[in-house]
């Protein structure tokens, strides 16, 4: 079973940036889109991103537009999601996720994706 592992959250200032990274123990997640997704405190798991297996086609929810960018590294296998401008609101834990496709923006959705880490804390805060 695919294995996901985030890093790269912390504690950073409002108008900041950091880049989380995900990476698969054990195996590769080359064959997969890949998600990021993020969760509140006392709200539910949204979408923020999706990039399909051979990166060649990325979606994002309205919030993420210009301020955060998914990519990916087939080399290291190794899935990234560079946050900059950062605000208060984007406090949250972030997970990154494996499923079959990105094709569409509503496959920015968690329950289109199966295999999940056990997600990165972003604070933003002065």
């Known amino acids: 079973q695919l294995q996901l592992v985030e890093s790269g959250g912390g504690l950073v200032q409002p108008g900041g940036s950091l880049r989380l990274s995900c990476a698969a123990s054990?195996?590769?997640?080359?064959?997969?889109?890949i998600g990021w997704f993020r969760q509140a405190p006392g709200k539910e798991r949204e979408g923020i991103s999706c990039?399909?297996?051979?990166?060649?086609?990325?979606k994002y929810v309205d919030s993420a537009k210009g301020r955060f960018t998914i990519s990916r590294d087939h080399a290291k296998s190794t899935v990234y999601l560079q946050m900059n401008s950062l605000k208060p609101e984007d406090t949250a834990i972030y997970y990154c996720?494996?499923?079959?496709?990105?094709?569409?923006?509503?496959?920015?959705?968690?329950?289109?994706?199966?295999?999940w880490g056990q997600g990165t804390q972003v604070t933003v805060s002065s």
């Open positions: 996720a494996a499923g079959p496709r990105c094709a569409y923006s509503d496959d920015v959705h968690p329950r289109r994706f199966d295999y």
């Open positions: 054990g195996s590769t997640l080359n064959y997969y889109a």
């Open positions: 990039i399909t297996y051979s990166a060649g086609t990325t």
